[in-house]
């Protein structure tokens, strides 16, 4: 049984920095993407970022170019998103998300993600 679970979320002021952890358990991986989406009420799912380990690329949308950072921590088998200088745009449930034998050189669609977190919820506002 493969999962994902993340953490971090929660209620930060505009300005603010909010660091999200996804952390994956089950069957081992060896070529993979791990994305983090997140999606308001009324709008689509936007892919923010992704890293892969199959060639070590890192993808980020323009719209967290500069704020956000993603990282890995292999041993722990947790990916991290650094969410600096948050915006009430920036609000919705993100989720971490894998995709097998995948690359991060590009936008990140969900139709190539096979696993799901449930998802934490970002909260910008003051």
């Known amino acids: 049984q493969f999962q994902l679970v993340e953490f971090g979320g929660g209620l930060v002021q505009p300005g603010g920095s909010l660091t999200l952890s996804c952390v994956a358990s089950g069957s081992t991986l060896y070529f993979h993407a791990i994305a983090w989406f997140r999606q308001a009420p009324g709008k689509e799912r936007e892919g923010v970022s992704c890293?892969?380990?199959?060639?070590?690329?890192?993808y980020y949308s323009d719209s967290v170019k500069g704020r956000f950072t993603i990282s890995s921590d292999n041993a722990k088998n947790t990916v991290f998103l650094q969410m600096n200088s948050l915006q009430p745009e920036d609000t919705g449930v993100y989720s971490c998300a894998v995709a097998e034998y995948a690359y991060c050189r590009g936008p990140v669609d969900s139709d190539e993600y096979d696993y799901w977190g449930q998802g934490t919820q970002v909260t910008v506002a003051s």
């Open positions: 890293i892969s380990s199959t060639d070590g690329s890192i």
